[in-house]
């Protein structure tokens, strides 16, 4: 399978102040372009995309990145106990 070329229409922007990955875009190794797509398989050539960073430094940033995402989301709730 090679690139058809029906990526072009899926191509993602670079995001500004966060990474590829942590902005929801993938990345096909075949048609090497990285794009803004739902599925798990490139919808040009058929490989599966890479949904995580290859390099060592990368994953531990993005690794962070949803850490911190996570524990914003968490609340955690306050018990306050009243004695009388």
Known sequence: MTCKG???RH???KPVGSGRYASGQKR???CEIFIKWEG????CC???????????KYKAKLRARTR???????????T?????
């Open 46 to 56: 058929g490989y599966r995309l890479r949904t995580k960073p290859r390099n060592l």
């Open 68 to 78: 911190k995402q996570h524990e914003l989301k968490v609340v955690k709730p306050i």
């Open 28 to 30: 096909c190794q075949i």
């Open 11 to 13: 191509k993602a922007q």
């Open 80 to 84: 306050v106990r009243i004695r009388r």
């Open 6 to 8: 029906i990526c072009i």
């Open 40 to 43: 798990l398989w490139c919808p």
